[in-house]
């Protein structure tokens, strides 16, 4: 199988109709070079813009939706089209969707529908931030490839290991991870990443940003990990286009060869066999 996450700024100036062009031209190079084509958390505006997010926000089928729909399609490949800052419907219904906003992840099947939306569970900031300006994502989701059963997970996500292994137990053999990291915390970007990995015999593949986002320059550093910890692809700082060939099926002969899964005595139910 073969993945490419593409590790975009977000740069000032760029509005966010032109960087939904140019991602989208991304994407669709990515023809024939991936089968799963990956993109960071919230690049329509900027992980850290959160003056940003009421004014940007769009409805789950806007105009992100509509563009990346048809690029996965244009590009015949399963599309994570990293996450939005999705504006819901009120409670009265109002098509002025003026209801609760969340961070929410697009997966699109390579024939352009809808595979999956993930709304994030944990969100950053500390009572502030986005801790404060969107609501919290109920549901774990996975999606079902060809190849493998993906995972999704969302930035700051990827400090709570309890959403990993429920994922596993939902029957996910790889995790999507897109984010918006700070450079200032990229040692743990990698350290977490290689954790979750390890911990749930799984691949991640993790996609961040490039450049400065409101002023907090990003980790970058993208990566995919390999079901015992192993880096097989990492990107620089800068603007990249990482992609890697790697077999799903090596998930399935780590848990086989080293069954530590099947040892658990706390939390929740025992994984899939």
Same mark, same amino acid.
Do not use: C
């Given at each position: 199988?073969?993945? %490419?996450l593409l590790q975009i700024a977000v740069n000032e100036g760029e509005s966010i109709e032109s960087?939904?062009?140019?991602? &989208?031209?991304?994407?669709? =190079?990515? *023809?024939? #070079? !991936?089968?799963? +084509?990956?993109?960071? =958390?919230?690049? /329509?505006?900027? *992980?850290? #813009?959160y003056e940003e997010f009421g004014t940007e926000a769009e409805p789950l089928e806007g105009p992100t939706y509509e563009v990346m $729909?048809? &690029? !996965? %399609?244009d590009a015949g490949v399963w599309l994570h089209a990293g996450s939005i800052p999705e504006r /819901?419907?009120?409670?009265?219904? %109002? *098509?002025?969707?003026?209801?609760?906003?969340?961070?929410?992840?697009?997966?699109?099947?390579?024939? @352009?529908?809808? &595979?999956?939306?993930?709304r994030k569970i944990h969100r950053f900031g500390f009572d502030k931030g986005e801790a404060v300006l969107m609501g919290a994502g109920q549901e774990l989701v996975t999606v079902r490839l060809p190849e493998t059963t993906i995972g999704v997970g969302t930035c700051y996500d990827l400090r709570?290991?309890?959403?990993?292994?429920?994922? +596993?137990? #939902? @029957? &996910? =053999? /790889?995790?999507?991870?897109? $984010?918006?990291w700070p450079e200032r915390r990229r040692a743990h970007w990698t350290l977490l990443a290689q954790a979750r990995a390890v911990e749930n015999q799984a691949f991640v593949l993790a996609c961040g940003t490039a450049g400065t986002h409101a002023g907090v320059p990003q980790a970058g550093h993208s990566i995919v990990v390999d079901p015992w910890g192993e880096v097989l692809a990492e990107a620089g700082a800068g603007e990249q286009i990482l992609t890697v060939e790697f077999d799903p099926g090596k998930v399935s002969v780590t848990r086989d060869?080293?069954? *530590?899964?099947?040892?658990?005595?706390? @939390?929740? !139910?025992?994984?899939?066999?």
């Open positions: 199988m073969r993945a %490419s960087r939904r062009r140019r991602v &989208a031209s991304l994407v669709r =190079e990515q *023809a024939g #070079a !991936a089968d799963l +084509v990956v993109l960071p =958390e919230l690049w /329509t505006t900027g *992980a850290f #813009a $729909a048809k &690029a !996965a %399609s /819901t419907p009120s409670d009265s219904g %109002s *098509a002025a969707g003026d209801g609760p906003l969340y961070n929410t992840s697009l997966v699109f099947s390579p024939s @352009g529908d809808l &595979a999956a939306a993930y709570f290991p309890e959403l990993f292994r429920g994922l +596993v137990d #939902a @029957g &996910a =053999e /790889t995790f999507v991870v897109p $984010a918006g060869q080293f069954p *530590a899964l099947k040892d658990r005595v706390l @939390g929740l !139910a025992p994984p899939r066999r």
